[in-house]
């Protein structure tokens, strides 16, 4: 519905309503997170020059190994420019989009003093940036299998913690067009 949400039925009278893109991110999320293999980068056919504040430049070019863990190759570009070479594959639009990085910067800055947190919040920014986007078309076969892993169980919550489902009972339902 509205190309953001999935709504189906689990057999058991309850109405589920999916935010697709909630979902999505929380199934890349688990898969990078639990990646045992490098993740897949591609090489830009052009090097891209991203602008930052100082201290956010300074944030990322002091995690370039946690970058390069995760497909990011940059180097100091000088005055707060970080020029990236290549980038992780799946992101948005086939490249590294500045917004992305920007992001990457910032969560970095954050959390420098917990390794284990900017790790995360790397991986949360990558989750987002490749999981599919509310208005975007999806592919049936790819909504049912969203759909199941929620109403499993297995996916609660968006990486940020936002819930990516509600369910609603056939009585709720009754109640609110007042047949209860």
């Given at each position: 519905?509205?190309?953001?949400?999935?709504?189906?039925?689990?057999?058991?009278?309850?109405?589920?309503?999916?935010?697709?893109?909630?979902?999505?991110?929380?199934?890349?999320?688990?898969?990078?997170?639990?990646?045992?293999?490098?993740?897949?980068?591609?090489?830009?056919?052009?090097?891209?020059?991203?602008?930052?504040?100082?201290?956010?430049?300074?944030?990322?070019?002091?995690?370039?190994?946690?970058?390069?863990?995760?497909?990011?190759?940059?180097?100091?570009?000088?005055?707060?420019?970080?020029?990236?070479?290549?980038?992780?594959?799946?992101?948005e639009g086939g490249g590294?989009?500045?917004?992305?990085?920007?992001?990457?910067?910032?969560?970095?800055?954050?959390?420098?003093?917990?390794?284990?947190?900017?790790?995360?919040?790397?991986?949360?920014?990558?989750?987002?940036?490749?999981?599919?986007?509310?208005?975007?078309?999806?592919?049936?076969?790819?909504?049912?299998?969203?759909?199941?892993?929620?109403?499993?169980?297995?996916?609660?919550?968006?990486?940020?913690?936002?819930?990516?489902?509600?369910?609603?009972?056939?009585?709720?339902?009754?109640?609110?067009?007042?047949?209860?």
């Open positions: 519905v509205l190309r953001t949400y999935i709504i189906c039925e689990d057999g058991q009278e309850n109405v589920w309503l999916i935010d697709k893109h909630a979902a999505h991110e929380r199934v890349r999320f688990d898969a990078l997170k639990n990646n045992t293999q490098p993740v897949m980068s591609q090489q830009l056919l052009s090097p891209l020059a991203v602008e930052l504040s100082a201290e956010d430049a300074a944030s990322l070019l002091e995690q370039l190994p946690l970058l390069e863990e995760f497909g990011f190759v940059c180097e100091d570009f000088g005055d707060g420019t970080v020029l990236v070479r290549q980038g992780p594959s799946g992101l590294v989009p500045p917004a992305a990085l920007e992001e990457l910067a910032e969560e970095l800055r954050l959390n420098r003093a917990d390794p284990a947190a900017a790790r995360d919040s790397l991986l949360q920014t990558m989750a987002c940036k490749s999981a599919i986007k509310a208005g975007m078309w999806s592919d049936p076969s790819e909504l049912q299998a969203l759909a199941d892993k929620v109403q499993s169980g297995e996916i609660r919550y968006c990486p940020h913690g936002r819930p990516v489902a509600v369910k609603l009972s056939k009585y709720e339902m009754e109640k609110m067009f007042k047949r209860a």
